[in-house]
């Protein structure tokens, strides 16, 4: 299958797309990316580079990856910093040298890197290569936890709800209302990628709330809060759907009235009603409710400030998994603010908030679906699930190993398709020979696996 390439004369590129494969208009999106580096953009010269250095297409040469860091690195780009950080601290294609990695990590950490951040905060915590410095290390965690809660505290002034089913308190009002809740951020997911089913959703939302529902309720108030394709935000009518839950003792809608009155969307700022709201639906254990009370005890939004509840109520929250409540009682350790200031159990609560935000969950799930989109995206997050959980090890072992299968017969099909590729030339030294991949060690260590198993039935058997 060809791929037509349409390009204008000038700045503004355009591309004609035709129904074909996505392995197609990668490639050429790859042909602009080089086009665009060729023309001296930064970000593209980035894209270059990872692409390079991480062999996506088959066309892995780790030298000119290097040479097109270190050209960006003096460009200042935090993004090249980092990767020749860790190329250095590995000794991958360059000299073994950790005092220049822990140069270029600092350098990448000062430019905004959040990878640097993280990687120099473990080095400080755990003495590698540097002093022991649980203080310098908690200072870098607290700029990734800072970034990260930021994007998190608020969508359009509402916080967003991001606790995952197995974090979730048993004690809810019942077994359904937990699978209720995975449905409906399910559906929510569907509409933030535009999915049509959102509308089916409502459908049946609306349908379940008709026949007496208070979840169904519920969730139709969060859509209408939060707004969508098939549910246009509105205040009044996320108002309206939330008090029909919250006269049912619906927690959702205890918490969603909560925030109306928090916030003032669609009602005046009234935090008496909101304590008043937060706290019934904190007393049936809905952990957003409770941190929304930990919330204003710490910031004294209509109480008086009381850090002792506050630690209370962030406390109940974290330990049904609540990201924000984590967050802020790493604060809280980090500063001796109701508590007795420990260093050691602020990194560590700040190390659980950022764990938090990389769900082993996404990054498996999120795999499966880049195989034929990504390989190398799809093989680091894989790498990231393992990380996050012992238990993941064996599956991602598994799909790596299917990972592998399909980035072979991709580059078997990749030559069929050659005429996709048509690099400028200085972009020729991306030669495309490296058809299995970098990670051939998988099929060797899977091999012995299943020669060791057929021993010891042999031996035993």
Known sequence: MLCDLTATKGEVIRIKINPQSTLCLQHKAYIFFAKAADMGN???????????????FGMQNITAAIQLYESLAKEGSYKAQNALG??????????????????????GSAGGSMMSQMILGYRYLSGINVLQNCEVALSHYKKVADYIADKLEKSE????????????????????????????????????????QIQKALYYFLKAAKAGSANAMAFIGKMYLEGNAA???????????????????NAIGLHGLGLLYFYGRGVPVNYAEALKYFQKAAEKGWPNAQFQLGFMYYSGSGVWKDYKLAFKYFY????????????YLAEMYATGTGVLRSCRTAVEKRL?????????????????ELPFKDIHLARRLYDMAAQTSPDAHIPVFLALMKLQTVHLLQDILFFNNVSCLQFTRRWKWM???????????????????????????????
């Open 86 to 107: 860790f190329l250095s601290s590995y000794g991958i294609g360059m000299e073994y040298n950790q005092a220049k990695a822990l140069i270029y990590y600092t350098f």
């Open 42 to 56: 930064l970000k593209a010269m980035e894209k270059m580079a990872d692409a390079l250095l991480f062999g996506n």
């Open 231 to 249: 549910a246009p935000q509105n205040n009044a009518t996320a108002f309206k759907y939330f008090s029909m839950a919250a006269s049912k003792g």
């Open 352 to 368: 659980k908030f950022l764990k938090k935000r990389r769900c082993i969950q996404w990054h498996f799930s999120y795999g499966i």
């Open 431 to 461: 030669t495309l020979d490296n058809t299995v991949g970098p990670y051939w060690d998988l099929f060797v260590i899977g091999l012995i696996v299943a020669v060791l198993i057929f021993l010891l039935k042999n031996r035993y058997g």
């Open 157 to 196: 002034g509402i916080p967003v709800e991001k606790v995952r089913l197995t974090e979730r308190p048993e004690n809810l009002s019942s077994n359904s209302e937990i699978l209720d809740w995975d449905i409906y951020q399910y559906y929510k997911f569907l509409a933030e990628r535009g999915d049509v």
């Open 316 to 327: 109940l929250a974290s330990q049904s998994g609540q990201p924000l409540a984590i967050y």
